[in-house]
């Protein structure tokens, strides 16, 4: 108990230092490094060598390890990824990658508006939405991150859009016999791809707006860093009140839907792209090996 009280100390002496440097109105700019992990193992690529995998990681790494930009303000936020210039040889993947990519995110904490300018397969989509409220559990335990006092929040969420997870199948070790294919099979594939997402995050009351990379926000401090699933988002440079502010503009190019049915749309997409996966590479398309 006492430990507690003086965690909650530490926590309203930060945050009310915090708040002295944002009387008035600002802007400050999070620079963040993605990082997602992948185990090849879970695609088909158990019979692999190790020097193959390690070629693939190469090749997959501009998909796995990304930089962010959160421009933000006390009520609104935009959030993109930056622009790289694609090594050698690394080419004609663009188009896939992008579309396990999101686009430029606006969220707007007062008005709880979503935006998303998203392109998918060569087609591009506006996706618009309520920002969905986070059920934080706020933790007692803290950690620095650069000059900032950490604190750590955690949240069970529920998985949207699609990732790498999207393209598992049966193939390979775990690809069932034609006979012993069905429904077993189907819900083998689903218990794979779990629904909800375990969430650890850290937050600074020292920036005290509720801000946060992609989709995570609602905290009492700037989230600096994210643990969700494979994926760690963490923050490596933040400038606030710069000289040049930017403008926080909503996206609005593309066929506007919601959510719910931009994940329909990505969801039978990959369906359609797993049985042609399986097809080609599994017993089930009729093709054999040369």
């Known amino acids: 108990m006492k430990k507690l009280s003086l965690k909650i100390a530490l926590l309203l002496t930060v945050f009310f230092a915090g ?4 009387a008035q109105d600002f802007q400050g700019k999070a620079y963040y490094m993605s990082k997602t992990t992948m185990d090849l193992d879970q695609f088909g690529g158990q019979d692999m ?5 390690k070629q693939i990681m190469e090749r997959m790494k501009s998909f796995l390890e990304k930089e962010y930009t959160l421009t933000f303000n006390k009520s609104e936020s ?3 990824e930056e622009e790289k210039l694609e090594a050698p040889g690394s080419g004609g993947r663009r188009g896939f990658g992008s579309s396990l990519t999101g686009g430029p995110k606006y969220k707007n904490v007062q008005t709880k508006e979503m935006i998303q300018d998203q392109e998918f397969f060569g087609k591009q989509f506006l996706v618009k939405d309520e920002l969905k409220n986070i059920e934080w559990k706020m933790g007692t335990e803290t950690k620095k991150i650069g000059q900032y006092t950490c604190f750590q929040a955690t949240a069970t969420i529920e998985r949207t859009g699609i990732d790498f997870q999207s393209f598992r199948g049966p193939r390979g070790r775990d690809q069932k016999k034609e006979g012993e294919k069905g429904k077993d099979s189907t819900n083998s594939n689903e218990s794979k791809a779990p629904k909800t997402i375990d969430v650890v995050a850290w937050y600074t009351p020292q920036i005290p707006v509720n801000q946060g990379p992609d989709n995570y926000w609602g905290l009492p401090g700037l989230i600096l860093e994210v643990n ?7 923050c490596t440079k933040i400038v606030l009140n710069p000289t040049e502010k930017e403008s926080i503009d909503k996206p609005k190019k593309g066929e506007e839907v919601t959510q719910a049915e931009y994940t329909e749309i990505t969801t039978k997409k990959m369906e359609e792209m797993r049985e042609m996966y399986g097809g080609r590479n599994g017993r089930g398309g009729g093709r054999g090996r040369n």
């Open 228 to 234: 969700a699933d494979r994926t760690t988002i963490l």
């Open 19 to 22: 708040s002295s440097l944002f």
């Open 49 to 53: 060598s190790a020097e193959r995998k």
């Open 78 to 80: 935009i959030y993109k």
